[in-house]
């Protein structure tokens, strides 16, 4: 089974400021990595799948990058409905698919 | 666009057997993986098990042994049954479409919460 380690668990940042979320698998996914985006009571959004497709209606401040076992989520400019927890998720070769642990990124 | 509806007894008690239905509207169940993904209260997102039209199921290991998924075409839904529940299976599970242009989960139920009581 592939593990997915996200870091930080909590990222406490200003509206405005730039978040950079890390997503580190045990072994290499290729580019079979997707973000996720969940607000409390509310199902996981897509965001960004290929590890860098922004999918369909996903504002650009989100982007994402990274192949094989390391990861980024980066949000230009955080906006108030930004905060919000995040999960990567990787569709490798065989199941299971797997989530990270997910980062909370938090008013400061 | 596709929409997806979980439904669940809300309520099952400890030993006994959980099943778990998905409706979905607004597109059809071919070609599609679907599949069953669930959160504890407060916790982070567990895989459960993908059907897909041509028959194939896959599960997680940690769950396999009483899973079950099924696809009814007539019907539109996603079936799930998970055997021998205990507390541990207390959670809210969804039902999740996996786009294979995008290999990702491009669209979800809104989630069933179900209580593992003893």
């Known amino acids: 089974e592939i593990v997915l380690t996200q870091s930080p668990a909590t990222l406490s940042l200003s509206p405005g400021e730039r978040a950079t979320l890390s997503c580190r698998a045990s072994?290499?996914?290729?580019?079979?990595l997707a973000w996720y985006q969940q607000k409390l009571g509310q199902p996981p959004r897509l965001l960004i799948y290929?590890?860098?497709n922004r999918a369909a209606g996903i504002p650009a401040r989100f982007s994402g990058s990274g192949s094989g076992t390391d990861f980024t989520l980066t949000i230009s400019s955080l906006q108030p409905e930004d905060f919000a927890v995040y999960y990567c998720?990787?569709?490798?070769?065989?199941?299971?698919?797997?989530f990270g642990q997910g980062t909370n990124v938090e008013v400061k | 666009q596709v929409e997806l509806h979980e439904s669940g007894p809300g309520l099952v008690k400890a030993s006994e057997t959980l099943s778990l239905s998905c409706t979905v509207s607004g597109g059809s169940l071919s070609n599609i993986f679907w599949s069953w993904i669930r959160q504890p209260p407060g916790k982070g997102l567990e895989w459960i098990a993908y059907?897909?039209?041509?028959?194939?199921?896959k599960y997680s290991p940690s769950l396999s042994s009483r899973t079950t998924i099924s696809l009814d075409t007539s019907k539109n839904q996603v079936s799930l049954k998970l055997y021998s529940v205990t507390a541990a299976d207390t959670a809210v599970y969804y039902c999740?479409?996996?786009?294979?242009?995008?290999?990702?989960?491009?669209?979800w139920g809104q989630g069933t919460m179900i209580t593992v009581s003893s």
């Open positions: 059907a897909h039209s041509s028959g194939s199921t």
């Open positions: 998720q990787q569709r490798g070769t065989y199941p299971p698919w797997t």
């Open positions: 072994q290499s996914v290729s580019t079979y």
């Open positions: 999740a479409r996996e786009n294979t242009n995008l290999w990702a989960f491009d669209a």
């Open positions: 290929g590890a860098s």
